[in-house]
């Protein structure tokens, strides 16, 4: 079966502090992202990459910036948190686009 | 820019019937695939069903169907004989170049 693992469930951070949340794969899957989920907005893509070291913005990038330095591992950075950045951030990988998803558990990050 | 509308933020129905969660879909694109996601609470976010958008037939998983209306950019998602583990946020989703666009969701309740 396919993994997607994320480094915490839960995250309590303090407003100005850099903030790191990692996901890894095991399945080899070329593409990864990262999106946020808010009651109400669904979930959006804040960026995804579909290679090492490559990345793309996706539709709420300001706040925040990605690190892919191997191909299983997809880091989300928030250079400084804020509190509008408190959420629920969910990985996920696929081996292609148009394929399944595959999605980690989450990291409820609360910025206060 | 490209949108995914679920209507019904919330929905209930009572076990063993059947349900139907409305999805509409905006896209330029002529090649497109579209897709049902179940995110069970406090669980991790899988796929239900994947419709290719090139192909006529209507997906099918078990109890879960699709109707796909291509010209109407139409896909909703029928639940038969519901169960108690059905209970959940639904997300419609579509591809858009290389990204997928989620809807807001649809919580469903499931009455014993």
């Known amino acids: 079966d396919v993994k997607v693992t994320q480094s915490s469930r839960y995250l309590v951070k303090r407003t100005g502090e850099k903030v790191f949340l990692e996901c890894v794969q095991d399945?080899?899957?070329?593409?990864m992202f990262w999106y946020r989920q808010d009651p109400g907005l669904g979930l959006r893509l804040i960026y995804f990459?579909?290679?090492?070291?490559?990345?793309e913005k996706g539709d709420i990038p300001e706040g925040y910036s990605v690190s892919r330095e191997k191909k299983e591992r997809f880091s989300l950075i928030l250079e400084s948190a804020s509190t509008n950045q408190t959420s629920m951030y969910l990985c996920?990988?696929?081996?292609?686009?148009?394929?399944?998803?595959?999605f980690g558990p989450g990291t409820r990050l609360t910025v206060t | 820019a490209q949108t995914v509308t679920q209507s019904q933020p919330e929905m209930s129905v009572q076990e063993a019937e059947t349900v139907t969660l409305s999805c509409t879909y905006d896209?330029?694109?002529?090649?497109?695939?579209l897709f049902w996601y179940k995110q069970p609470p406090s669980r991790q976010m899988i796929l239900v069903i994947r419709?290719?958008?090139?192909?006529?037939q209507n997906a099918t998983e078990n109890r879960f169907s699709v109707n796909f209306q291509k010209a109407a950019k139409s896909f909703s998602l029928k639940i038969s004989d519901s169960q108690l583990g059905d209970a959940a946020m639904y997300f419609c989703?579509?591809?858009?170049?290389?990204?997928?666009?989620f809807g807001k969701g649809t919580r469903l309740h499931i009455l014993p």
């Open positions: 989703a579509s591809s858009r170049d290389d990204k997928i666009i």
């Open positions: 399945m080899d899957h070329e593409n």
């Open positions: 990459s579909y290679d090492v070291k490559m990345k």
């Open positions: 419709q290719e958008a090139y192909k006529q």
């Open positions: 996920a990988s696929s081996p292609t686009i148009y394929y399944e998803q595959y």
């Open positions: 896209t330029s694109e002529s090649d497109y695939y």
